[in-house]
């Protein structure tokens, strides 16, 4: 088992993303950071060398620049800019060499969030 600190990543271009049923925006390019207040069950990986698998569970913190557009255009509420938390957890194999993994993930976003509650495949 290990712990997980100080990851970023950001996205190499925008995304289309969703503000209702109706309606979309470019997202900007997306910051994604680990959430130093996330649950004592996120920012933690297991490795089982044996199976060749890595579960790593992330809780982290989504920041989309397009947001900020709409909330200074006066259309929506400055809530919009907090950063939008969730927890992934990625569930990998293991290459043979163990010098690398195939991750298939999934993402949940918490209570408050911009899209709790969302559903996706």
Same mark, same amino acid.
């Given at each position: ?31 994604? /950071? ?10 933690? #990986? ?8 890595? /579960?790593?569970?992330?809780? #982290? ?20 800019? !907090? ?5 992934? /957890?990625?569930?990998?194999?293991? /290459?043979?060499?163990?010098? #690398? ?15 709790? #509650?969302? !559903?996706?495949?």
């Amino acid at each position: 088992m290990f712990g997980l600190r100080a990851l970023y990543g950001l996205s190499p271009s925008s995304i289309r993303l969703p503000l209702n049923e109706r309606e979309s925006i470019d997202s900007g390019q997306v910051c994604v /950071t680990i959430d130093p207040d996330a649950d004592p069950s996120c920012n933690v #990986g297991l490795i089982d060398y044996e199976r060749g698998k890595l /579960t790593v569970r992330y809780g #982290g913190q989504l920041v989309f620049p397009g947001l900020y557009e709409l909330v200074i255009g006066g259309r929506f509420d400055p809530g919009l800019l !907090h950063p939008v938390r969730g927890v992934a /957890t990625d569930d990998c194999t293991l /290459t043979s060499d163990l010098s #690398g993994w195939r991750a298939d993930g999934r993402l949940q976003f918490l209570p408050g969030s911009i899209w709790a #509650g969302a !559903h996706g495949y």
